[in-house]
């Protein structure tokens, strides 16, 4: 059971592993988790590598701790309103706060608060004003009196304090609860599951005065409901604005150079001897293959039309980045003995001459590969193997949605002779991952 | 665990809660941070403020695209091996010549290899307990440096060149580290793997209201709110390289030297424009949108 968080993290397309529990366990006995709120706070620094992971982190965790799973598009908010577990937990709420009378939307910021709220959120509320400047200071005060020298202490004591158990029993609980939602079994037993420890660390500490929603809870939930960032960026949506960033920055992993230096024995030895036997040491940069780009971009035809802005952008992009290694040259639908260097295809260059470059060049391909059946002839066909069988490493990037590549019978053609690629983030980073491999060997 | 206390800013710092939380969780965990961000967020900040603060030892690796783990570990001089074995020969002759003057090797011995190590700032701070080691801007080291250090990052171990010590820390004593990045190109995963990682979200007014005070505690609030105001709307332009905290910082301590009229009116002018935009184009583009109506601009900067 245990182990299948890192499976469900999976789902969503993040990086877990056992690493991440055996972490996780770690975090747990050096005191890190305390509240439910805590274990999104370390999953996250554990399991988020870059922005875009954020989105589906929060649903994979909603969907592994809370049993809430949000569907395409739905808003996380909704997605608790017509959860179970949202249901039963409004139950208890009322019942520990009848006095509470908002309605159900502000309830479901509460309950994300709830779920948030971390021990960092219960110290600095602790530590705060937030207490004596409350709303409600004849309820509170009370409470006040109560609390002992250690105040702080003493309040994660009354939430749920997870720190003297283990890993296990936790997941194990939080489990039970997502069962229970399941079974609908729930009887006159507490939602929370048993022991009367809630997952959620806060109904007892609620009570006595707590309120998240100052400067702690309250912010996460506004920033898990309300930022963009939290939610996922699709990946193989076609390349636009926003994700060409992504794309470029898998490109950018074909880079392979280093720049270390190294004795230069030769030399040394040489000038040592002009020197009269004393031998000063001369050094030499390592040089490696750098990377090399040649671009072949469809940019004629109808059929490409819709994607130049994309292509563009792309290009623009891909251009700063390999200002210096960087060839371009134009074609229109395919081509047959010449391409072109520029963009109105003006200026001609052979077949040939375009074969004559290194072939250590990564070649990307960019075009649609529709086009009638007759222009793309055995000349063509010739053309495009000569290219492929001289640059090992080329791909084929396709603007056109992957499902329609199998009803065009000049793409299917092209496909037999590059690997293709859809024009997605995606397909790009599967591209350079593919010319790595053949590097490689 | 020595310095794992939770550690939320300075009189100077605003350190954003979760930047926070993750700093203390990495520290706790005796794992590396890594931070990435939109450039100019206080990324590399953090790192400074705390060792300031706290009064540690700070260890700065500033990566390039010519860094190598050797800079960064340490090196092993070859040059001046080469010169004091070169000094011994010499010294030899002039003695068998009679000569009393000898060249000195500076009290290193060849015989001790030791003696040619040029520790770098890991080196450095893996030996001196509870410093904190910052790497910064890793993104623009070459692409197999990451994957050089995590053999150090995961087993916090060096092994110098050819003299073949080793320099080990403990949990307890390891230094905080802390790596930023700005994203310019994607990390290993491997190397992710061993980090807790923070993304540094652009801050929202608020926060940025409070960063502003700790900057410039006597600046006017309205001065403050109107470059906010503007700050904010260039942002919201979609400018190719939109200004962030350290502009509008540069922009207002420029505004510091004029009373508050003044620097109101230059403000709604965009004088001193040259501290946020950064880019040609972004100037064009600014000028077509704000001269455009500049009457109402102002109107709308300068209100609160």
Known sequence: ?441 | MAKTQHWTGSKKYVCDPNLAQSFHMARVLGMPLLIEGEPGTGKTELAIQYATDQKLDMFTYPVGSKSNVEQFVAKFDHVKYLRDSQIEVLNTQRDEKGLDSKLSTGGRSTEKLGDYIIKGPAAQAFSSPNSVLLIDEIDKAPREFPNDLLYALSHRKFIMPESGDVIEVSEENMPAIIITSNREQELPTAFKGRCIYHYIHFPEQDTMREIILKHHPKMEKQVTQAAMNIFYHLRDLGLERAPTTREILNWLKYMKQFATKEALAKMGDLDGIGALIKTQTDLEKIQRHILRNPEDFKKRSLSN
Do not use: C
Not at chain 1, 96 to 112: A, G, Q, T, Y
Not at chain 1, 186 to 206: L, N
Not at chain 1, 256 to 283: C, R
Not at chain 1, 332 to 339: E, R
């Open chain 1, 1 to 441: 059971m245990l182990a299948s968080l890192p499976e469900k993290f999976r789902e969503y397309g993040l990086p877990a592993d056992v690493r991440t529990l055996l972490l996780l366990r770690k975090s747990m006995d050096r005191g890190l988790i305390k509240t439910l709120g805590d274990v999104y706070l370390v999953l996250k620094g554990i399991v988020v590598k870059e922005p875009r992971h954020m989105g589906p982190y929060t649903q994979a965790y909603y969907d592994y701790f809370l049993n809430i799973k949000l569907k395409p598009g739905e808003s996380l908010e909704s997605a608790i309103l017509r959860s179970e577990t949202f249901k039963k937990w409004v139950e208890d709420y009322k019942k520990d706060n009848p006095e509470d009378e908002r309605d159900l939307l502000d309830l479901v910021e509460e309950f994300i608060n709830h779920v948030h709220l971390t021990s960092y959120d219960i110290k600095e509320i602790l530590n705060g004003k937030d207490i004596i400047d409350g709303d409600d200071p004849n309820k509170e005060d009370k409470d006040w009196d109560d609390l002992s020298s250690t105040p702080e202490r003493k309040n994660i004591d009354r939430m749920a304090d997870y720190s003297e158990m283990d890993l296990e029993e936790l997941l194990e609980r939080m489990k039970q609860i997502a069962e229970k939602q399941k079974g609908k079994h729930s009887g006159g037993d507490r939602w929370i599951g048993t022991g009367g420890v809630s997952p959620f660390g806060h109904s007892g500490a609620a009570k006595g005065g707590i309120r998240t929603g100052g400067k702690g809870g309250g912010k996460m939930a506004r920033q898990v409901m309300g930022n963009g960032n939290f939610y996922p960026v699709d990946r193989d949506s076609i390349i636009n604005d926003n994700n060409v960033d992504a794309a470029l920055a898998s490109l950018k992993g074909i880079v392979e150079e280093t720049a270390q230096t190294k004795l230069d024995v030769d030399k040394t030895i040489k000038n040592g001897l002009k020197q009269g036997g004393i031998f000063l040491p001369e050094m030499e940069d390592i040089k490696d293959k750098k990377l090399q780009v040649i671009l072949l971009i469809d940019n004629g035809g109808f059929s490409m039309m819709p994607y130049v802005r994309m292509v563009q952008d792309l290009f623009k992009k891909m251009k700063t980045r390999f200002a210096h290694d960087m060839k371009v040259y134009y074609f229109h639908n395919t081509i047959y003995s010449y391409v072109y260097t520029d963009a109105p295809r003006t200026k001609k260059v052979t077949i040939d001459k375009l074969l004559t470059n290194d072939p250590n060049y990564r070649v990307f391909i960019i075009g649609d590969a529709s086009m009638a059946p007759y222009e793309l002839n055995q000349d063509s066909v010739i053309n495009w193997g000569r290219i492929a069988e001289k640059f090992k490493k080329a791909a084929w990037l396709n603007p056109e949605p992957q499902k329609y590549w199998h009803y065009t019978m000049t793409t299917q053609a092209l496909g037999r002779i590059f690997p293709m690629y859809p024009l997605t983030p995606r397909g790009i980073e599967k591209s350079v991952q593919e010319m790595n491999k053949k590097m490689d060997k």
